[in-house]
């Protein structure tokens, strides 16, 4: 069975940090691709940062310089650490696995930065 479980999402204040993790299992995560998302309250999901099987990393433009994407293959999990944070991060931030047509998943955790 396949599985995406996130944690690390709480409330923050501005300028804080925090570390997400994305714990996988069911699939072989060192084969696939692996993807922060968020989503904000009235807005669409998009795309936070990614990073391949060979260990390359995008970021959207919003985060570049603050969150860092992160892998480790031997304990089948993707880490965001998001520092310096700003009200317009608060959002559900889920992790996705894609890699051969197929994407998978997590539930999401809610990270709240307010004052």
């Known amino acids: 069975q396949v599985q995406l479980v996130e944690s690390g999402g709480d409330l923050v204040q501005p300028g804080g940090s925090l570390r997400l993790s994305c714990a996988a299992s069911g699939f072989s995560f060192s084969n696939y691709h692996m993807s922060w998302y968020r989503q904000a309250p009235g807005k669409e999901r998009e795309l936070v940062a990614q990073?391949?099987?060979?260990?390359?990393?995008n970021y959207a433009d919003s985060v570049k310089g603050r969150f860092t994407i992160s892998r480790d293959n031997a304990k089948k999990t993707v880490y965001l650490q998001m520092n310096t944070l700003k009200p317009e991060d608060t959002a559900v931030y889920s992790c996705?696995?894609?890699?051969?047509?197929?994407?998978?998943w997590g539930q999401g955790t809610q990270v709240t930065v307010s004052s």
């Open positions: 996705n696995a894609y890699n051969f047509g197929v994407s998978y």
């Open positions: 990073i391949f099987t060979n260990g390359d990393t």
